[in-house]
């Protein structure tokens, strides 16, 4: 009785000292506000934060100037770049792969499971997530509680994803350079709209793992992206990454495979592998090596997303393209872009 | 038990292969696109008399090429599955034995995952990294459950169940170091799933595989019920109990590799179809082996017919639901049990 009373006295006191730490732990100021006002103590006095509303409707408050950013997401990591404001990004994922320079920066992990500590060490102004590429919820709520401002980018088309960029430029107060690259963009997919006015869509199976056999749906902005490259997806389904029935897809015989691959030599040598099995063998696009492998840039609701689509409309309508046989150059490239390249199985057999 | 006779065992195989032509016949109806008998009885019959020439392409594709090599490696995996299952509850007496207790199942899981990892470009690269990782984790579980030379039950039971949980933290931590496009299709993997066509020869191999198998397992199925009632009682009456084990475990794990390596892990079956058997037709092997390769066989093929048409053209993963079926079945059977 002795020994348990004291196990009990030995229980409490532990509980309130480990109370304690807590208590105090929550009343040291969050990094985050900390290092914005030393920064700012220097030159300017603290400006009031830009109050905003991100594409989950939540209200984040931006500090001023801004000058960390951290991405949790390949996707923000290419805008980013791509809005000129990397000099600002002080660190990404680890498969934040574009451009090449991102792969540098120093990491915070993976998209699903970035590592908080060694978030809130690098004292970030703004973490922008992509609640719709790999990040979850449960990020951006912990990233809350522990006061580092978190903007989370969410597009399920297209046009999000242009509406996006400019959000995203305006709070990183880069809105002139936002809003040249989103119209440049809108006028690139208006010049692919006007194109392919008067072509037949392209009834296309666009693969996203082929065993077992996954595709997407129409929901998802890879099926938009399809639908402004003269292309939809014969897979009808409101889930977005529906496992689909070898029977269903045989049955509705696509025109083309489109595959997504960074390596398209590794979709060649698996297309030369599978297609004697069964399933594979049925279907007529396999017959007639109709299999185009796009870059997986069109895996990304980020700019790079219009090359890509623009890659797989020359394939699939080379005869709406007959006057310009070569992919337009210039557009605006704010950081130094490479083109996406786009590479075809056709006749390499 | 009742005594076997050649006349009763031919009544109750009979019966259940009734069941699982009916079951098969429905399964062949089913599907993405709809099939009427008349015309599934046309075509059958003219795949039979060798003139495959006159069936329209869209059945020659859908129900030759798909459907029935489907519903034939679902047959072959509920088999191999069930007398797994059957036999490992003998090996180990213990009625929740089956081929996950042992890791086997969780073994071939690590294989076909770092197969997908490191060389997702070759094809079948998850059934022949699957079938090496059961057969790494049969040898590991067979060394570590060893006392004194001879195989203990106790013993193999418990390095399995590690080896299973070991195995089990191992996926998780190869899962969350994957991108998010590769874990899609493993995470259907995982829960089991017959929808990939195999090469024809592969399923003629898994034949093969079975036939030897259950065949190995059923010459000892008139000792296994002796060792059933106690080791030492069977040995007193001249049954090679090492042999026996050494036999039924190898035969076992084979037929449990080879269900992992093309299906995936697919639970509730080896422990479900056993039991569910046993009830219906007592606890004689002699019986239960065969009966539960048919049992097995309609198990999966029903499972499966409902994974590919409750929610088409989306399509469950055939491993939940067995689950889903399989649980609540299984609390059932235990409930009437305890009556």
Known sequence: MQILFHRRIFTASAFCALAAIVAGAQTIPPPAQSSTTQTNSADAKPAAPLIVKDDMERLVAVPQPLKRIISLAPSVTETIYALGAQDRLVADTDVCSYPPAAQKLPKVGGPFTPNLEVIVSLKPDLVVVAANSGNRKETADALDLLHVPTYATNAKTVDDVLNSIVKLGDVLGVGEQGRILSESLRARLQELHHRLENIVPARVLFVVWQEPLISIGQETYIADALRHAGAESVISTKQDWPKVSWEEVVRLQPAYLVFASAHPEEITTMMAGVRNLPGWRDLKAVEENKIVIVSDAINLPAPRLVDAIEELARHLHPEAFADAPHAPAGVVHLAKRVPASMHTAEGTR | ?339
């Open chain 2, 1 to 339: 038990m009742k005594p076997l006779t050649l006349s009763r065992l031919f009544w109750i195989c009979g019966s259940l292969l009734t069941v699982l032509f009916v079951v098969v016949v429905v399964a062949l109806k089913v599907g993405a696109v709809p099939i009427s008998i008349a015309d599934l009885a046309l075509n059958l019959g003219r795949v039979i008399l060798g003139r495959a020439s006159q069936v329209p392409s869209e059945y020659r594709f859908v129900v030759f090429d798909l459907r029935l090599p489907r519903i034939f490696l679902a047959m072959l995996v509920g088999g191999a599955l069930s007398v797994s299952g059957t036999s490992f509850q003998a090996l180990l007496r213990n009625p929740l034995a089956d081929p996950y207790v042992l890791g086997v199942s969780s073994g071939g899981a690590v294989g076909a995952i770092m197969g997908l990892i490191f060389a997702p470009q070759i094809p079948l690269v998850a059934p022949l990294a699957a079938f090496l990782g059961a057969i790494a984790t049969i040898a590991a579980v067979y060394f570590l459950g060893r006392r004194k030379g001879q195989l203990d039950s106790t013993t193999l039971l418990l390095a399995g169940i590690i080896s299973a949980s070991f195995l089990s933290a191992v996926i998780s931590f190869l899962v969350t170091t994957l991108a998010g496009q590769n874990l899609r299709g493993i995470v259907f993997w995982l829960m089991g799933d017959l929808s990939t066509p195999l090469p024809d020869a592969l399923h003629w191999v898994l034949l093969a595989g079975l036939i030897l198998g259950v065949g190995a397992i059923y010459t000892t199925a008139a000792d296994l019920n002796v060792i059933t009632a106690g080791e030492r009682e069977a040995i007193h009456l001249g049954v090679d109990v090492t042999r026996v084990k050494l036999v039924v475990y190898v035969s076992a794990s084979l037929l449990t590799g080879l269900a992992v390596s093309v299906s995936g892990a697919i639970g509730y079956v080896g422990l479900l179809v056993p039991h569910a058997m046993r009830m219906l037709f007592g606890s004689d092997y002699r019986v239960l082996i065969p009966s539960s390769m048919i049992g097995g066989a309609i198990a999966l093929v029903a499972a499966d017919t409902l994974a590919r048409t409750v929610m088409k053209p989306t399509e469950l993963p055939v491993g939940a639901v067995t689950a889903i079926l399989g649980a609540p079945f299984f609390i059932y059977l235990l409930r009437r049990r305890l009556q």
